[in-house]
C-alpha cells in the first residue's frame, strides 16, 4: 500500500529549513511507525505538495530510515496522522 498526502508550506518554514514532516502510523496495539522525515528545504514554498510514501514492508520503511517499533503490525493500522518538527 501507500499514503499521499498534501501538504501546505509557507515560505518561512522553507528559508529556515529546519522543519520537517513526518507521517506517522498506529497499529491496533498502539504501536508506532514512521514514514522518514520531509524535510521543509526540499519543498516548494507557498504552494501545496503531494507527498507520496510507499508502505511496502516494514523492512523497506526502516530501509528508508523510518522508525518503526518492535512488534508494528503494518496489516492492523488503526491510525495515520502527521508530527510537524521543527529544530
Known amino acids: 500500500g501507500s499514503i499521499r498526502t498534501d501538504v501546505y508550506l509557507p515560505k518561512a518554514y522553507k528559508d529556515d529549513g ?3 514532516i ?3 502510523l498506529k497499529d491496533s496495539a498502539g504501536r508506532y511507525a ?11 514554498q507557498n504552494a501545496w505538495n ?9 523492512e523497506y520503511l526502516t530501509g ?19 508530527e510537524i518538527v521543527a529544530n
Open 22 to 24: 513526518v507521517v506517522y
Open 34 to 44: 514512521n514514514t522518514g522525515w520531509s524535510q521543509a528545504s526540499n519543498l516548494e
Open 64 to 82: 528508508l530510515g523510518a522508525y518503526v517499533q518492535e512488534g508494528f503490525d503494518l496489516g492492523s493500522v488503526k491510525t495515520i496522522g502527521y
Open 18 to 20: 529546519k522543519l520537517g
Open 50 to 58: 503531494r507527498l507520496n510514501f510507499k508502505l511496502a514492508s516494514l
